[in-house]
């Protein structure tokens, strides 16, 4: 079993319609979450740490789920520009390794 | 300065040039990494760097040897590679400990054996 697991979509969405896919990890003791965006042919970036409470970021609302060991993402009111693979990662013994996802693609049309 | 910077943005060697990837930042992170990305496929960890000692070597063939001469500076020495090394080359930093922080990835060199 991979230790971060994320449905690859690809997911295929209006302009202004909501999104929302999960990830899973196989790891109980994981310490840390993490979004990441990543445009074709660049670097991931760092979209939003995800904390136990839950947390927002605009249009982006992020879930961890310890018990069922899942964490979620939701893009609201979706735009162009969100067009993007999003990779789940995850630090799991709070040491310097990060286990990255597949990642999910997301397709927003006009 | 939360940048990473990385050189070149795209080198094309032969199986029997030598050639070095370049890393640098100046947020005072204290761990360095390289990774590698092939297409559609999400990063490998090759190297971590610790308070300029390499910590994880992810089993990674000796033609590809790290150094990191200081703590703002990380190279990736190349010598006799195959084709199916051609990726993008990945280079992040952390704060020091853990990567509980999360990484910042410079942009990448992308690398095309021939």
């Known amino acids: 079993r991979k230790e971060v697991e994320q449905d690859p979509g690809p997911f295929n969405v209006p302009e202004g319609a909501t999104v929302a896919f999960n990830c899973t990890y196989s790891n109980s003791a994981s310490q840390s979450f993490f979004w990441y965006r990543q445009d074709c042919r660049k670097e991931p970036k760092l979209l939003m740490s995800v904390y136990s409470s839950g947390n927002e970021d605009g249009r982006f609302t992020a879930q961890l789920n310890r018990a069922s060991q899942y964490i979620s993402l939701l893009i609201r009111d979706s735009k162009l520009s969100d067009s993007a693979t999003y990779l789940c990662?995850?630090?799991?013994?709070?040491?310097?390794?990060?286990?990255f996802g597949a990642g999910t693609t997301v397709t927003v049309r006009a | 300065d939360t940048e990473v910077t990385q050189t070149p943005k795209h080198l094309v060697m032969g199986m029997t040039n030598k050639k070095s990837l370049k890393c640098e930042q100046h947020?005072?992170?204290?761990?360095m990494y390289w990774y590698k990305q092939k297409a559609k496929k999400p990063p490998e960890l090759m190297f971590v760097?610790?308070?300029?000692?390499?910590?994880i070597n992810e089993s990674v063939p000796s033609r590809f040897s790290p150094e990191c001469p200081n703590s703002s500076l990380l190279n990736l020495h190349l010598h006799a590679l195959q084709p199916e090394d051609s990726a993008l080359y990945l280079c992040a930093s952390s704060q020091a400990g853990t990567g509980g922080y999360g990484y910042t990835f410079g942009s990448g060199t992308r690398l095309t054996v021939v």
């Open positions: 947020m005072g992170h204290r761990a």
């Open positions: 760097y610790s308070y300029e000692k390499l910590s």
């Open positions: 990662v995850v630090n799991r013994n709070n040491d310097y390794k990060l286990s």
